[in-house]
């Protein structure tokens, strides 16, 4: 929920100005409040504010901060408000040591407690702030310098909930010191200077070489080395080279990163579908072993998630088959065994809500395939079986490309199940497999290229709107939920879903003259009834909108039409959806919203 830099160099440079460039590729982390601190010859400065990285930075010059060593953050409240207080980085009594953090500290206030008792002085609301007093507190304990990593991890030791920790101290110049649990935490390597930082583009101009840190593990960052242990053992993981580019993870001339990521769909689609035979064989083998299968995920990603659990539905009738948003998981864990495959869907394979989850099944002797875009992220780490999306790093907070390629990778597990349980012959199986990898990006450059200009233009017809619904049939429904989820959290037009048929028993209540209702309504097995709820919504003058394909009854229905090119079940979910984004992207831009940054959301969930 928050954005975290840190750098260590040798080389004489200021770092508050690479400090201040990465927080601003981390600001869709969060940006209600922002601070930075450096160490210069053996003194502590921070500056910091409410507000965004901008206004702050031009009120308070970040990059004026002299020293080779410094942290950043970048916040997205959960515990106090937005305020300079509460912004980070914080800092002890002493002025010496200095934090920023990411996640919650559970046990905070009990905490707290005691360093007031022993006299420290708080200048902030956060849980945060506990950390730095009670480093204080373990320093008084122990003698010098050795003794500041293992003060480092007593604190943490005490502490319990999530948390992505950076932490600096005046007397030891040149080090940072790291710790996380369920929060990210990333280290950039290069020769001469080292990173952390909440997300691979905080750095990725730098370098390219990436170590993830686990849970549980402890590091030290100097400018010559990265030190790592966990539970007192030396671990020395190799760095990884991401593809991804600094290009890659800026805006490439579009105005927002949520329209170039639209666009990019077809390569991340692309991609994704490039996806080595033998892992999806593996996958297919845990679907086919499994009693039962459980889609576990929450919101775009849910969406995700459904269009598997129609797939298989199709495919697999005889498997029991549910899904679960993650937030509800305990009302269902009774259903789990060690017979059950949970397929866990997350772009960022960090949210809390599925990471819970998934931690409690594995416990329960459940087998796990995940899906996500994060190499290496606390969920697939946490899977027999992790399966990842190429769609590269998403930055807008809310999700398209990455929905859609978690949407054909489920498409492509689906095929791989259909062949290995003989409902299709091998020729069959890869006529589809080439139709699957070859048509797939095509029809989504087809649909954006088709349909952008109309998708601007019902934007105005309907920017003014206060509500609007979303309908479908089967297969076709997670189609309509997410197209009511991108407009509700981007434009704040209160848009709902419904399976089609359901408008009669209540919702149609709501319907008057020009009230939006989109319908999914391909030529398929529910062509005919959508139609009738075309007329229905009609009946009331109600300013239908219909995503559908040449020849269907339904234009005739409609007010205005998309017009999608024919394709199979397995690639609609796709085909069907794009619209929907940008109608979502260009009604948010027409209402004078920033598309990037919807209020209240932030990119990655880490907190229950
Ligand atoms: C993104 O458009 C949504 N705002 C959000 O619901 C998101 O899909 C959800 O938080 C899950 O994120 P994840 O895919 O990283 O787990």
């Known amino acids: 929920m928050c954005g975290i830099i840190a750098i260590t160099t040798s080389s004489k440079i200021n770092v508050s100005k690479m400090i201040t460039d990465g927080l601003k590729k981390l600001e869709y982390r969060g940006y209600d409040s922002v601070g930075i601190a450096t160490i210069n010859n053996g003194k502590i400065q921070v500056l910091k504010d409410a507000g965004s990285i901008d206004t702050v930075n031009k009120r308070m ?92 991890k007593q604190t943490i030791a005490q502490l319990e909930g999530t948390y992505a920790i950076t932490l600096i101290h005046s007397t030891d110049p040149d080090t940072i010191f790291l710790a996380r649990k369920d929060s990210p935490l990333v280290i950039g390597v290069r020769e001469d200077i080292k990173f952390a930082a909440s997300d691979i583009p905080a750095f990725l101009e730098y370098t390219k070489k990436v170590i993830v ?12 080395a990265v030190y790592i242990e966990k539970n007192g053992f030396r671990i020395q993981p190799k ?21 170039k990521e639209i666009h990019e769909q077809p390569i991340a689609l692309k991609n994704t579908l490039n996806i080595n035979p033998d892992i999806m064989e593996k996958a297919s083998n845990k679907v086919l072993k499994a009693g039962k299968i459980i889609f576990l995920a929450c919101g775009t990603s849910y969406h995700a998630g459904l269009t598997g659990y129609h797939q298989f539905l199709r495919i697999l009738q005889k498997k029991p088959l549910y899904k679960i948003i993650a937030s509800e998981y305990e009302t269902y864990s009774s259903l789990v065994d060690e017979d059950t495959l949970i397929i866990a869907v997350s772009q960022s394979g960090e949210t809390l809500d599925v990471m819970k989850a998934v931690t409690h099944v594995r416990k329960l002797g459940a087998s796990i395939v995940s899906l996500a875009n994060v190499v290496d992220s606390s969920i697939p780490r946490l899977s027999q079986i992790p399966l990842y999306t ?112 359901e408008s009669k028993h209540g919702p149609i209540a709501l319907v008057e003259p020009q009230f939006p209702v989109i319908m999914i309504a391909p030529n398929d097995r529910t062509a ?27 234009i005739k229905r409609s007010d205005y039409t998309f017009l999608i090119p024919k394709s199979s079940p397995l690639i609609r979910p796709i085909s069907y959806v794009i619209p929907l984004q940008m109608l979502a992207y260009y009604t948010a831009v027409r209402r004078g919203f920033d598309p990037d940054k919807p209020k209240n959301l932030a990119k990655t969930v880490t907190v229950e």
């Not at 760095?239 to 927002?256: D, F, I, L, N, R």
């Open 239 to 259: 760095p990884v080279v991401v593809s991804w580019t600094a290009e890659s993870a800026q805006k490439s001339g579009y105005p927002h990163f949520m329209l």
């Open 528 to 554: 005919k009834k959508i139609q009738g709820n075309a007329e229905e919504m009609r009946a009331r003058r109600a300013y239908v909108v219909s995503v559908t394909e040449k020849n269907h009854e339904i």
């Open 213 to 224: 840190l686990r849970n549980g593990e402890i590091a030290t960052l100097t400018p010559k």
């Open 390 to 501: 190429k769609a590269g790093p998403e930055i807008g907070v809310a999700a398209t490309k990455t929905h859609t390629a978690q949407v054909a990778l489920l498409a492509r597990l689906a095929l791989q199940v259909e062949h290995d349980i003989g409902q299709i012959n091998r020729t069959e199986f890869k006529e589809q497999l080439h139709s699957l990898i070859m048509d797939t990006p095509q029809i989504a450059r087809t649909v954006i290229n088709q349909n952008e200009f109309k998708a601007k233009r019902l934007a105005s017809i309907i920017d003014n709107q206060q509500h609007a619904y979303f309908l479908a049939r089967g297969l076709n429904y997670p189609i309509a939920q997410e197209g009511a989820l991108k407009l509700k959290e981007i434009s704040y037009i209160h848009a709902e879903a419904f399976p089609a048929g």
């Open 61 to 152: 010059s970040f990059e004026d901060l002299e020293g080779t060593i410094g942290i950043g953050h970048t916040r997205w409240a959960t515990h106090g408000p937005p305020s300079k207080e509460n912004a980070h980085p914080h800092s002890d009594c002493t002025g010496n040591i200095i934090v920023v953090h990411n996640g919650i500290i559970e046990n905070y206030l009990h905490l707290k407690e005691a360093l007031l008792n022993k006299g420290h002085q708080f200048s902030s609301e956060t849980d945060s702030e506990v950390i730095v007093h009670l480093m204080e507190e373990e320093l008084l304990k122990t003698g010098r310098k050795q003794s500041i990593l293992e003060a480092f």
